[in-house]
């Protein structure tokens, strides 16, 4: 009889197993019903992306028992209508990347170019300090794979603005009118360089940008003939902006962006364009008695500009992006 019992547990237990590993296989879909959009798993650090009209968001898994950052993960959602969401099967892993620390899977951006995409990566490297790496992958879901083989920036390229061993995260990419591609990274000073047209080599030195306030988190985005630089300022962080003409600056400073958000010492932003209405993409610790600084939600709210180019603050709320119809 006993055996009998165990060979039903296991019968059991496969068959658990193989629908577990049919769901991973399949996009899970569900409806937001407001802030955060994401509520069946934590996620932070949010970068959007918007191609062939689907609106997508990159995230960091939070995990863990809230007492500090564990992110072994990081996630791909889509929408086409801010009500009805996708999540795909787990994409990237800081385990796909041998030079990396597991679970340390920090802020990220993907971008297009040539019909691959590439997702860039900060993440803590096993010889010590953080770096910046990069994935491909021929589709915006996954799965991506190391693209380099080793990291694109590490603690050691920048040593002379500071010392410490954590300035090299947060990376935004940006491709210009003529075609040269741009990588903007940093905590406390932040740092730019040219990408190669491969997009997965530095293309020159690296240089600073002159910001007040600055802690992390910069995010670079251009509408009409300006290009916008925001980042998280001060700690806890709320998150500032500046404006300029040229991609390299200067950079005018135009103050803050957003507050601090709700019970979340970071602040992280993505912001996009999305069929003529822009959004503003960032996270807090919202979630009724587990959420907090360490377990994160992905938020989306409206963002407009004023007449002289200047962004208007933004206005967080718990409703979030009302669902839109654009058939």
Known sequence: M????QFWMLIGAMIWFVNVQAQDDKAFEFQATGNPVITHKYTADPAAFVYDDVFYVYAGQDTGDGRWYDMPNWLVFSTEDFKTWKEYPIPLKTSDFEWAKDHSSWAAQVIERNG???????TEHQTGGKAIGVAVSDNPTGPFIDARGTALVTNDMTTECTSISWDDIDPTVWIDDDGQAYLIWGNTCCYYAKLKENMIELDGEIGTFILPHFTEAPWIHKHGDWYYLSYAAWFPEKTCYAMSKSITGPWEYKGILNEVSGNSNTNHQAIVEFKGDWYFVYHNGSIPTAGGSFLRSVCIDRLYYNEDGTMKR????TEGVVPRDYR
């Open 2 to 5: 006993k055996n009998v019992y």
């Open 314 to 317: 933004i206005q967080m709320t």
């Open 116 to 122: 691959k995409f590439y997702w860039y990566v900060s």
